[in-house]
């Protein structure tokens, strides 16, 4: 699976739009962006994911480049329950038919959501 | 609520114990990991079942022993444990469509396991 590079940490200010970077040149052409969030002492939570189009449900919307070497997360109205490490994940997906099972976690974005 | 209920939520154990955590899902999936995470360190699977057979093993030591007696229960035996152990390790599942897996993971709360 390809690597990916996010900022170590960001602020944002309550009910502002959080928009959390992500680098992953090497992505190859069958690979997925999928996020994650770990709001502290709990587990990971599923956000998105998408392959080449933008994406958008209920908690974020997922601008993907033309050239997909890098992907935007944003939480269009932050919160302060927004407050989490968010995870930034390429991996094949579903329609690949591949059988790799691993989802590789980096150290993330810890994103501090102010009042 | 996730669907993946994950207990002892806390667990404090001697280096001779041998204790078990224990995960179910309520979700109808067919694949069940165990992830730890250590402290300021980022997380590391485990173990993978999928279709209730092991698939994944990385390199684990043996004495962190998996069991996944159908698929919707999922053990993780603990036994003369070092104090370096000491994690929050957490359970999650997905559903594997064909031979692909979805990307879609769903974590339990996680159980934080303090090695003495």
């Known amino acids: 699976d390809a690597k990916t590079t996010q900022p170590p940490s960001m602020d944002c200010a309550e009910g502002r739009a959080a928009n959390l970077p992500c680098n992953h040149s090497?992505?190859?052409?069958?690979?997925?962006v999928y996020w994650y969030r770990q709001i502290h002492s709990q587990g990971p939570q599923y956000i998105i994911h998408?392959?080449?189009n933008n994406e958008t449900n209920e908690m974020a919307s997922l601008i993907i480049t033309e050239d997909r070497k890098s992907s935007t997360l944003i939480l269009p109205h932050a919160t302060l329950r927004d407050t989490a490490v968010y995870y930034c994940i390429v991996r094949v997906g579903r329609d690949s038919g591949a059988g790799s099972y691993q989802l590789t976690f980096g150290k993330g974005t810890k994103l501090s959501v102010i009042p | 609520e996730t669907g993946v209920t994950q207990t002892p939520r806390h667990l404090v154990m001697g280096m001779t114990n041998k204790k078990s955590l224990k995960c179910e899902q309520h979700?109808?999936?067919?694949?069940m990991y165990w992830y730890k995470q250590s402290a300021k360190k980022p997380l590391e699977l485990m173990f993978v079942y999928s279709l209730e057979e092991r698939v994944e093993n990385n390199s684990v030591p043996s004495r962190f022993s998996p069991e996944c007696p159908n698929s919707s229960h999922l053990f993780l035996h603990l036994h003369t444990l070092q104090p370096e152990d000491s994690a929050l390790y957490l359970c999650a599942s997905s559903q594997v469509w064909g031979r692909a897996n979805t990307g879609e993971l769903f974590f339990g709360e996680g159980s934080r396991l303090t090695v003495l």
């Open positions: 090497t992505i190859s052409g069958n690979e997925y």
């Open positions: 979700l109808g999936h067919n694949a």
């Open positions: 998408g392959l080449k």
